[in-house]
């Protein structure tokens, strides 16, 4: 099992920044790749970022990229995600999610086993 929680939303200017962290658990932590995920009000769950544990590399949602970079530090288990550039279309709740180490590419939340409660990120004009 892994139990992840995030933290790090709150309210920001348009053009702001902030950092997401999730703090995760139990088995291995780099045994498993990491993604973040969000929902916004009256809309699906999204892909925002992922990075694969193993090998490190990094996969962005187009919406997000070059805005925000998704990290990792082992030795604290936590999977970061700096957001910059924010706009006000970036509001949502953010999730972070794991799933045992696959091939695939990690962008499809229904290959994610573990969920943490989510952080909410509002962004304002």
């Known amino acids: 099992q892994v139990q992840l929680v995030e933290s790090g939303g709150g309210l920001v200017q348009a053009g702001g920044s902030l950092r997401l962290s999730c703090a995760a658990s139990?088995?291995?932590?780099?045994?498993?790749?990491m993604g973040w995920f969000r929902r916004a009000p009256g809309k699906l769950r999204e892909f925002v970022a992922a990075i694969r544990r193993s090998g490190g590399s990094t996969y962005y949602a187009d919406s997000v990229k070059g805005r925000f970079t998704i990290s990792g530090d082992n030795a604290k288990n936590t999977v970061y995600l700096q957001m910059n550039s924010l706009n006000a279309e970036d509001t949502a709740v953010y999730y972070c999610a794991a799933r045992w180490a696959r091939y695939s590419r990690p962008d499809d939340p229904d290959q994610f086993d573990y969920w943490g409660q989510g952080t909410q990120v509002t962004v304002s004009s």
């Open positions: 139990g088995r291995t932590f780099s045994s498993y790749d």
